[in-house]
């Protein structure tokens, strides 16, 4: 329910959001048979401003306001911002690293599958593949922007094969569904691999192939080089490991097999 603060008009500067039964919710999928591990609560509660609101109903909230004229300005890009967004993601890791980026929908629960991997050294989550330099959350969830949720993985390929990682990722969610992961729905939520390296790109090739024989229905993951990474702002990384919306801490401990709870 939308509701103005003194005034009978949407005005973007004092909208509230209220949301008397909001199930907030996060899915996580296995490869095949009914989606498992999901995790609901409901509320009843008057919500914090969007940048903190739950993912699924902020995305809802954003893209409807962005369609009756209060999207976010700085989603109109330039020929500038587009060259530098599409650039290649031109960071370098660690001595004896590399990068991987993978999408699968909401990058809080992502990221937490890769942080328990063990090789694994670092995780980031952010935003990349879109048209806009520097975007923000709310930026991105305009649905204007092209931009994907992604986790990029600092990992040791002694130690964490990238077809390991590949492994992590196809079990992490459902492949089938364009721009949608359960209640997420856009194209920020699209599922995809961004490769460095050509021995990448032909291991993502392979790997969707073999997927591909186990399923009934057609993968929809996209593969291509990785482009510039922009992280999301701090209050999403390691949302899940640092308790997210309710405290509800969860491991990141290497081997933890514990199922994981996507909440906002």
């Not at 967004?85 to 809080?108: L, S």
Request: hydrophobic share 30%; net charge positive; charged share 20%.
């Amino acid at each position: 329910m939308l509701k103005t603060v003194a005034s009978s008009t949407i005005n973007a500067t004092t909208t509230l959001i209220t949301c008397p039964n909001v199930n907030l919710h996060c899915s996580s999928y296995p490869l095949s048979g009914p989606f498992l591990n999901r995790f609901t609560k409901s509320t009843k509660q008057t919500l914090r401003p969007l940048r903190t609101l739950s993912k699924p109903f902020a995305t809802t909230t954003m893209n409807i306001l962005n369609k009756l004229g209060f999207g976010s300005p700085r989603a109109q890009q330039s020929s500038a911002d587009a060259s530098i967004a599409q650039g290649p993601d031109d960071d370098v890791p660690a001595p004896g690293q590399e990068f991987a980026q993978f999408g699968a929908g909401c990058f809080w629960g992502v990221e937490l599958a890769f942080q328990r991997v063990a090789g694994v050294k670092k995780t980031e989550v952010g935003y990349t593949q879109g048209f806009l330099h520097n975007p923000s959350y709310e930026d991105v969830c305009s649905g204007t922007t092209n931009h994907s949720e992604v986790v990029r993985v600092h990992y040791d390929p002694k130690e964490c094969s990238f077809d390991t990682l590949l492994d992590v990722f196809w079990a992490r969610h459902d492949p089938t569904t364009l721009n949608r992961q359960g209640n997420d729905v856009g194209t920020q939520y699209r599922s995809g691999i961004y490769f460095y390296t050509p021995e990448q790109e032909n291991a993502a090739k392979e790997s969707l192939e073999r997927q591909q024989k186990l399923l009934n229905r057609k993968i929809v993951t996209e593969i291509l080089p990785a482009k510039k990474f922009y992280r999301a702002e701090e209050y999403h990384q390691q949302y899940l490991e640092k308790g997210g919306r309710f405290g509800f801490k969860q491991s990141s401990s290497k081997g933890c097999n514990d199922p994981i709870r996507c909440y906002g």
